[in-house]
């Protein structure tokens, strides 16, 4: 495995940043690895090679200086409270909309090119100062030639070929890892940044992000009090995409007072019950509603804004969310670990009962603290983790639910401070259910179960005579697999023993109750004798019978506790 002279500079940077944030021995198992080329890091050497060492506001700004693809990164682990404490996570949430801007003439150069048009002929206005600057692209306040307010996603110049670059290297570290460590064994680390690299891949596809915004608004088409901006005809591009100005502002610039006047229940409720539409019933749902994500409007409504990531969970593993979801809000551990189960991966190492174990004390640790205040989102990412663990893979549908509802709360509990994620759930499942149903009653699906009725009804009358032809031929034969049937074997006739046993004993007080009665010269006692040796034969063979049972039951509760 060799880098090349353009990938070395990165690698570097990336070894560096695990040495100066405590993690030193992948550091130095990467700079000793045979094959990379690369010498000891004298640099990272002499750094103190501690995590607390390192303000986290310096972990943003060496992220932001190795370019977008590490700024996105940023960006996801700003989301992703399992992995890094609240310190950090708040330091990387600026790289959410703070990003130093690129010229406005590179703006105009990209807009001419994707467009066709200059920026003056397309718009009556533009300006010149961005309104956001993201990792991958830059927002501009504008409006059209009839007046329409609206706001330019421009992306950065050369970004396509820096992010790929930034992939290669970063795919041959994570190959390293999962090949020469325990955490990349039990991480997969190649196959986390496969999806990290689809979802940026989907993100600098604007012409995706403006038919994710047209779906997202017909999905949400009946939530009066949810906005989602559509995208203007004929203005978008794999680089470029205008769309509607949102009159509003982030429910991080609200203060107390506008919050105050806010009615933020309905609202909330709103919001929660719209994404639950979109993840249970449409499976289709905005994957990034950070607070940055997220505008109150002019006419108190909710806008939702930035569809360049977004989910897909299939029916299948919706109805595995919809599970796992009342379980977490029941506060029923033993569903949620059995969920979580038959939804996963197994590794050769998973141990189901340890996991299950873990998954009931995590829950129930939430429960008693009190469901009101249970973070949905957070058990989600936590139940991710413990999986991992214990060589459980959990599906990457179920990760990116946990933080887009971990968001979610967040934005909730600005709203209303009070609001209560789970007793939101409970109410909403049933209308959700409902709506599954008959999404599920579609044209094609009973089409579909009528001809699947009437290939069973068609094909039953053949199959019947072929099991009838084999019985009456002698021909049917059953094959039954079953396991530990010796030890099954041996109990039924341990069984069979006793009862038999039972049986010749209680003959014996029979017989000998039936020759007392008969009067003979051999006497024992004073009574017949035969009679007197049916009841001492009967007395000795029921104390062994009591003792050997006593003695096998010992045994095997010995055996099952060691």
């Given amino acids: 495995m060799k880098f090349s002279a353009l990938h070395l500079k990165r690698y570097r940077e990336i070894a560096g940043l695990l040495w100066k944030y405590g993690r030193s021995d992948l550091a130095k198992q990467m700079s000793a690895e045979e094959g990379f080329g690369v010498e000891p890091l004298p640099a990272a050497e002499h750094a103190k090679p501690d995590a607390h060492a390192a303000l986290p506001e310096q972990l943003a700004n060496d992220l932001e200086a190795m370019g977008p693809t590490y700024v996105k990164l940023g960006q996801v682990l700003a989301g992703r409270p399992d992995l890094l404490p609240e310190s950090y996570r708040k330091a990387l949430a600026r790289l959410q909309d703070r990003v130093k801007p690129f010229p406005f003439a590179e703006v105009e150069e990209i807009v001419m090119a994707e467009l066709g048009v200059r920026i003056s002929k397309a718009f009556s206005r533009f300006d010149e100062t961005p309104l956001a600057a993201a990792s991958l692209g830059q927002v501009h306040v504008a409006a059209l030639r009839d007046g329409r307010a609206v706001v330019v996603k421009v992306q ?29 064994r039990r991480h997969r680390f190649g196959r986390v940044l496969d999806e990290f690299k689809l979802t940026i891949q989907q993100e600098l596809n604007y012409e995706r992000e403006a038919h994710n915004l047209i779906t997202l608004g017909k999905n949400l088409a009946d939530y009066k009090l949810i906005q989602i901006p559509q995208p203007v005809p004929d203005y978008f591009t794999r680089s470029v995409l205008v769309m509607d100005q949102i009159q509003g502002r982030k429910v991080t610039a609200l203060g107390p007072l506008d919050l105050q006047e806010l009615k933020g229940v309905p609202l909330t409720e709103e919001l929660f019950r719209a994404y639950l539409k979109q993840v249970l019933v449409d499976g289709f749902f905005h994957a990034d509603p950070h607070p940055g994500n997220v505008f109150i409007t002019t006419d108190r409504r909710i806008a939702l804004i930035d569809l360049g990531m977004v989910g897909h969970a299939a029916p299948t593993m919706q109805d595995n969310l919809l599970k796992i ?26 141990d189901a009962s340890e996991f299950r174990r873990k998954i009931t004390q995590l829950v129930s640790l939430h429960r008693d603290q009190g469901l009101e205040e249970l973070n949905v989102g957070r058990s989600l990412l936590e139940v991710s983790t413990v999986a991992q663990e214990d060589g459980l893979i959990v599906p990457s549908e179920l990760v990116l639910l946990g933080k887009t509802l971990m968001q979610l709360d967040e934005v909730g509990r600005i709203l209303d401070p009070d609001f209560d994620t789970n007793a939101s759930i409970r109410r909403n499942v049933a209308d959700l259910m409902g ?4 999404k599920d009653l579609t044209q094609a699906n009973v089409y579909s179960s009528l001809l699947e009725m ?83 034969a009967a007395a000795t063979g029921g104390f062994w019978l009591v003792i050997s049972i006593f003695v096998q039951d010992y045994r095997s509760r010995r055996k099952f506790r060691d």
Wanted: negative net charge; aromatic residues 6%; contains cysteine.
């Fill in 156 to 184: 950065r110049p050369r970004i396509r070929q820096q992010i790929a670059e930034d992939f290669e290297v970063l795919a041959q570290i994570a190959a390293f890892m999962d090949e020469h460590t325990e955490l990349g």
């Fill in 325 to 350: 979801l009342l379980a977490i809000s029941e506060g029923n551990g033993e569903a949620v670990g059995e969920v979580a189960i038959h939804a996963s991966e197994k590794l050769t190492d998973f």
């Fill in 435 to 438: 709506r599954r149903m008959r």
């Fill in 454 to 536: 009437k290939e069973f009804t068609t094909g039953l009358p053949a199959r019947l005579n072929r099991i009838m032809d084999t019985v009456s031929n002698s021909e049917l034969e059953v094959n039954i697999t079953s396991t530990d049937a010796k030890t099954v074997l041996d109990g039924m006739q341990k069984i069979a023993n006793r009862i038999t046993m039972g049986i010749v004993l209680a003959g014996l007080v029979i017989g000998a109750s039936l020759l007392m009665r008969v009067q003979t010269h051999f006497q024992l006692f004073g009574f017949p004798g035969l009679a007197i040796l049916c009841f001492v």
